[in-house]
């Protein structure tokens, strides 16, 4: 997918029919990754603690799949929940580094909203899980946060900040001043970000129209983007893995 502005040559969130909530099968989501013009798709479905989410074994599983499929790098990857105030994820570590890409994100059914230094350290906490790429769509109303402490803290762990087009769609209140603070923080700090649509249905890859917008109307630096390139995504991959 290009912009005039911005380029984004690997789809970093996207989920399956093995959620009931999403609508479309991994080869359809391959194929919409083609029609986009795109060279890489990370499937990340939702890790268990989601109630209608695929079990462990589904992600322990994701070994037989290849890395390639149909001209298209595939990332074998979790949205993984964060469960609990000390960061705790609903995969183990030993699920989490099977993984190709692992986003941690809180959801409503997986964590009860707390105060900003619960949420705060939360994330922290989170960061600090070396199996853990990427925070998603942090800038949520119900769960407010001490942001650039956060960014600062991804920065320092070359932890990557996610720009999710699905919140700014009004799935989430409020999101859009909320993200747009966030991906100014981002800037200010030099800290990495990845574009995503979450894409729940195949018709949604690529779809980073409302993002695009936002990383125009704060000057986004687009090196600072992780999934500009196949080569840059990949690159930081293999940054992330050896650093532990």
């Not at 981002?186 to 779809?207: L, Q």
Request: aromatic share 8%.
């Amino acid at each position: 997918m290009e912009n005039a502005m911005y380029q984004i040559q690997v789809e970093t969130h996207s989920h399956t029919i093995v959620s009931n909530h999403a609508y479309s099968t991994l080869q359809e989501n391959i194929k919409a990754t083609k029609d986009a013009g795109m060279k890489g798709l990370c499937m990340t479905n939702h890790a268990p603690a989601i109630p209608d989410a695929p079990p462990e074994v589904h992600f322990t599983c994701l070994k037989y799949l290849p890395g390639e499929i149909d001209g298209i790098r595939f990332f074998k990857g979790a949205e993984a929940n964060i469960i609990d105030y000390n960061g705790t994820l609903d995969l183990g570590n030993t699920v989490l580094a099977m993984l190709d890409w692992v986003i941690a994100s809180i959801h409503g059914p997986c964590l009860k909203p707390g105060s900003v230094e619960e949420i705060t350290n939360t994330y922290l906490q989170v960061l600090c899980n070396p199996y853990v790429h990427c925070l998603g769509h942090i800038g949520q109303m119900n769960y407010l946060c001490h942001w650039e402490t956060v960014v600062k803290a991804a920065k320092e762990q070359n932890k990557i900040i996610e720009l999710n087009n699905h919140s700014l769609e009004g799935i989430r209140q409020d999101s859009k001043e909320l993200c747009t603070n966030v991906a100014a923080l981002c800037k200010k700090h030099g800290c990495r970000v990845a574009v995503s649509s979450d894409a729940h249905y195949s018709g949604c890859i690529g779809n980073y129209k409302l993002v695009m917008e936002m990383l125009k109307e704060v000057d986004f630096p687009k090196e600072l983007i992780v999934n500009s390139t196949l080569e840059g995504f990949t690159a930081y991959l293999k940054e992330a893995k050896l650093k532990f």
